[in-house]
């Protein structure tokens, strides 16, 4: 499999389409902390704040790349409210509750196999 800079090499995505629907949905994924925002927007609008706290030790810098590509992929959305300070929210767009039932399935796994190591 080919990724160029613009994305994904046309020749692969026509000739392997399944690989090619595995890959575009790993890489809306990809990043460490994405599973565990999508996780923690499940059914609630949270504050910036919040999800900073839930995860803890990450940066600043870290969790609004994260956020900011998870909205660029339209996983998430983001609400600004002219407030001082500004309040932002976010929480799951349509498109991002279609990837709960893979994070849930990864619990599921986890669930299964993870204390087996």
Request: charged share 45%; no cysteine; aromatic share 4%.
């Given at each position: 499999m080919r990724v160029c800079n613009e994305g994904f090499d046309k020749e692969f995505m026509?000739?392997?389409r399944d690989m090619y629907a595995i890959a575009f949905t790993q890489n809306v994924l990809s990043g460490r902390w994405k599973y565990f925002i999508l996780w923690y927007l499940k059914g609630e609008t949270r504050r910036y704040s919040d999800i900073k706290k839930f995860l803890g030790d990450l940066s600043q810098g870290s969790l609004t790349k994260q956020l900011k590509e998870l909205e660029?992929?339209?996983v998430i959305q983001r609400d600004v409210y002219p407030e001082v300070p500004p309040?932002?929210?976010y929480l799951l767009t349509e498109?991002?509750?279609k990837l709960?039932?893979?994070l849930e399935k990864m619990?599921?796994?986890g669930k299964e196999y993870g204390?087996?190591?």
């Open positions: 026509n000739e392997k660029s992929d339209g309040r932002v929210e498109k991002g509750m709960l039932p893979i619990e599921d796994f204390d087996n190591t």
